[in-house]
């Protein structure tokens, strides 16, 4: 007669998925739904939040007619709950639910050493001149007869998105470098490069995964006329990922760039000398974006071959 053995039981110390093992694909379209979900639910709290606080009614991203300074202060709050809840919440809880399992998925924060990092600063501040050189202006944003619908909404939209910065550009610096330049680089980061490239990785190439992460960054700006620059600065965040295997050199270069915009718009629109062009097309001799580009490829080249720069986990597990 056979012992009796018992049915093998779970282990119930084993943390088990709250979402169920899908594909790296179904995973980018329930990360882009959760992205979108929260951004409107971002948006309509952020409008009780002013209301509340503030006594305004602000949509979002414009100021009214006449932009007092409360409602300078109140838009810059509604645009900082907007990107935390937008783009911070859906990466934090996408990589709770997704990686319950060790190992699933997790979010590449480790410390990628000071040489990197520096670098990375380096390369941020080559890559300002050539990035403005690349927006374009309604004068030079031209398409073919059947979109000029479009053109017109993205030119409407690119000058009202212009008017309303300019305004929250040019007061209480602090704040707006936490603001407009730490927020939107961290909680950007940690979504398109923390979560979309993840995955992008797990289904396609390297190059193609970072540019098309790049192109859906971009995108969801909804600013047409710097469409190519920013898809350009998100290829070179995805990069930073890519080689350091940490999100941080990303986080640094996003911050770089945006707070450097900040500082010298602050100063241009408070009249300090050698300033007065930045808001302009003309913000930087014609030599500097050529010559600041081909620094920026030689130097990110032999960065790209010194593997000692950085620490690079396997960034598809």
């Not at 080689?243 to 986080?251: D, E, Q």
Request: aromatic residues 12%.
């Amino acid at each position: 007669m056979q012992p009796e053995t018992e049915s093998p039981q779970p282990n119930r110390g084993t943390p088990q998925p709250f979402v169920p093992v899908l594909s790296p694909f179904a995973l980018l379209l329930l990360a882009v739904s959760m992205m979108s979900l929260l951004t409107g639910m971002g948006v309509e709290l952020a409008r009780l939040f002013i209301n509340a606080f503030y006594g305004l009614n602000v949509a979002s991203g414009e100021l009214p007619g006449t932009a007092t300074p409360v409602a300078v202060e109140a838009t810059k709050v509604l645009n900082a709950i907007t990107q935390v809840v937008g783009f911070g919440v859906p990466a934090l809880l996408f990589a709770f639910l997704v990686g319950s399992v060790p190992g699933r998925f997790s979010l590449p924060l480790g410390y990628p050493g000071w040489r990197g990092l520096a670098l990375t600063v380096v390369l941020a501040v080559l890559a300002i001149a050539p990035v403005e050189a690349l927006v374009l202006t309604p004068e030079t944003f031209e398409l073919p007869a059947p979109f000029q619908e479009f053109e017109r909404w993205a030119e409407t939209q690119e000058t009202r998105s212009e008017r309303d910065l300019i305004r929250l550009l040019a007061v209480n610096l602090p704040l707006n470098l936490f603001v407009l330049a730490l927020i939107p680089a961290a909680m950007e980061e940690l979504f398109f490069r923390g979560v979309v490239l993840r995955l992008l990785l797990k289904i396609t190439p390297v190059h193609v995964a970072v540019w098309v992460g790049a192109a859906l960054f971009s995108l969801l700006h909804f600013q047409f006329l710097g469409f190519v620059p920013r898809m350009l600065l998100g290829g070179f965040f995805g990069y930073l990922v890519v080689y350091s295997g940490s999100l941080w050199p990303a986080i640094l270069a996003h911050f770089t760039h945006n707070g450097i915009n900040v500082l010298m718009a602050y100063a241009a629109l408070n009249g300090v000398p050698g300033f007065e062009g930045f808001l302009t097309k003309h913000a930087f001799p014609f030599w500097v974006a050529p010559l600041c580009a081909v620094l920026f490829t030689m130097l990110a080249v032999w960065a790209s071959r010194r593997t000692s720069l950085w620490t690079q986990p396997e960034l598809r597990a």
